[in-house]
């Protein structure tokens, strides 16, 4: 896997949200099966944030790296152009798209909410992004130069 260093809960939680929506594109199957929810801040995994809350960074990984493994292609595959972003980039982007704009729909942008990102959402969206020819990449986002 390839090194992020020490990050916020936040930018994991992004992470791993794009690690779950492009391992149901790529490989047809989720890469874990807990459950993701649409914060006010992104998409958010409940399992993993009663791991780290309280922390302002995460240095170290606690769990069984070994289990992901098999699909560690995936996440690399991911983190290099995600790993990239600050954390305001990554909430951005993932804040302007389908699945957890749906998830949000009905709550103003200050409310909490505990709706989950569907799979089917996840799949169904970046799929149509993977196919799009257009499709502007990570990668080549023209972000303000004061936001990178």
């Not at 983190?79 to 302007?96: A, M, N, S």
């Not at 799949?123 to 990449?137: K, P």
Request: without cysteine.
């Amino acid at each position: 896997m390839r090194e992020q260093g020490s990050m916020s809960p936040w930018r994991l939680h992004k992470l791993v949200y794009y690690s779950q929506a492009w391992a149901l594109v790529w490989d047809d199957k989720p890469l874990f099966r807990a459950r993701i929810e649409a914060w006010m801040g992104g998409p958010a995994v409940p399992a993993l944030y009663k791991r780290h809350r309280g922390k302002f960074s995460i240095d170290k990984w606690s769990g069984e790296p070994s289990r992901l493994a098999p699909r560690q292609e995936i996440i690399d595959a991911v983190i290099t152009p995600y790993g990239k972003l600050t954390d305001w980039q990554l909430e951005q982007i993932v804040r302007t798209e389908r699945p957890w704009l749906e998830a949000r729909k009905g709550l103003r942008t200050s409310e909490r909410g505990h709706r989950e990102i569907m799979l089917e959402s996840m799949q169904t969206y970046y799929e149509a992004v993977a196919a799009d020819e257009n499709a502007l990449l990570v990668a080549d986002i023209d972000w303000p130069s004061n936001e990178i």
